[in-house]
């Protein structure tokens, strides 16, 4: 029984001690896959990207690339549906546009 209890410590598993000074093999708590805080890094990225590139181009010429991409395969047309100006992505290149131009 211990040579089993050792053999699966390395596996997820940790020894601790126990009220009456035993150890006991637990399993360790596992960490989520994907934090909460790195999805929402991804999506401000995401979101600043679109505003850099909105501010970049200007409403008209990023419309145009939009277009573009519409008429396209189907991952370009997916990739337009997701470049869409939404009203963060606007409001943010309307606040960083003095800087880019």
């Known amino acids: 029984m211990i040579e089993r209890a050792h053999r ?3 596996k997820g598993r940790g020894q601790i001690v126990g009220p009456d ?3 006991v093999v637990r399993k360790r708590r596992s960490a989520p896959a994907i934090s909460p805080r790195g ?3 991804l999506l401000f990225g995401f979101i600043l990207f679109k505003s850099i590139a909105l ?21 370009e047309k997916a990739g337009a549906l997701v470049m869409q100006p939404d ?3 606007i ?4 606040q960083i ?5």
């Not at 501010?55 to 419309?63: L, R």
């Not at 409001?91 to 309307?94: E, I, P, S, V, W």
């Open 91 to 94: 409001g943010l290149a309307k």
């Open 55 to 75: 501010a970049q181009f200007g409403e008209s010429g990023y419309m145009e690339r939009i277009n573009g991409l519409q008429s396209g395969t189907l991952v």
């Open 97 to 101: 546009a003095p800087f880019i131009r």
């Open 21 to 23: 000074g035993l150890l």
């Open 39 to 41: 999805v929402l890094y």
């Open 87 to 89: 009203r963060f992505s």
């Open 8 to 10: 699966r410590a390395p």
